[in-house]
């Protein structure tokens, strides 16, 4: 089950941008996907126009989001097969209705927060892209037994964007480490990761220069923290 999954799409989809042809990419087939906080609905469109999915349920918080997928699926001739719902992350889904759950575009905390608030609605195959947080997600996985089965990382601009396929199942418990990077990323070891970690070396000495000139009681403490951490990336830098 587990190298069906990683075995990624070869042919690709065709988005402009990298990260939406990496979330697409990383939705396996699927009667019907839930695409959570869908906005311009481009997911959804390609889910359908790639055969990846049979159905798109597309919901936002937002009206207006939501009018941006309608106006996109109308224009694409799609209103057959993807549907609208205002509200709340899943909320709006019945429990069993949707075999796959894309949720994307968020901070991490949002994303566990959509998961969390949930409960039983969540599908079994869950899609993930934060913008930020990544290892409060991992943890929020973990924590609730969903298994981190397969894992990109895009560059966009100069952003860095994890993408996660995750299945319920048992998690073993991740390291630090595999927090804060990724257990698949660390074993599939892309570019994009040795990226992302000179990123965070990157920032920890801008971090430490600052605090080195700041007058705080606990700067010592502070500085000790961040030296701490440069070390551990470091050490994570000489196995990629
Ligand atoms: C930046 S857009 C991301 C759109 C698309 N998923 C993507 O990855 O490009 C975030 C969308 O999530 C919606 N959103 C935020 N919180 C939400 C929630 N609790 N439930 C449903 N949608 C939410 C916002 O209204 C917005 O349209």
């Excluded at 605090?211 to 705080?216: E, P, Q, V, Y």
Aim: with cysteine.
């Amino acid at each position: 089950m587990i190298a069906l999954y990683i075995c990624r799409r070869s042919e690709g989809v065709k988005l402009s941008s990298k990260r939406l042809n990496a979330i697409v990419n990383m939705v396996p087939k699927s009667q019907t996907v839930a695409d959570i906080g869908c906005d311009h609905g481009k997911i959804a469109v390609e889910l359908i126009e790639s055969g990846i999915a049979e159905n798109v349920i597309c919901t936002d918080i937002s009206e207006n989001s939501l009018d941006k997928a309608k106006k996109l699926a109308a224009a694409k001739g799609l209103c057959d097969s993807v549907t609208f719902r205002h509200g709340d992350g899943m909320h709006v889904i019945r429990a069993g209705e949707a075999d796959t759950a894309v949720i994307a575009g968020m901070g991490g905390e949002l994303i566990a927060s959509i998961l969390q608030s949930g409960e039983t609605r969540v599908p079994d195959t869950l899609v993930l892209s934060c913008n930020t947080a990544s290892r409060l997600l991992r943890e929020w996985l973990c924590d609730n037994v969903f298994v981190i089965v397969d894992e990109q990382l895009v560059l966009e601009g100069r952003h860095f964007y994890p993408v996660i396929l995750a299945t319920r199942g048992n998690c073993e418990s991740l390291s630090d480490i595999e927090l804060e990077f990724g257990p698949v990323l660390l074993r599939t070891k892309p570019k994009t990761l040795k990226a992302y970690v000179n990123r965070r070396i990157e920032l920890t000495k801008n971090i430490r220069k600052k605090l080195r000139k700041a007058s705080k009681s606990n700067k010592d403490a502070l500085i000790k923290e961040i030296d701490a951490q440069s070390k551990k990336y470091e050490e994570v830098r000489k196995c990629l």
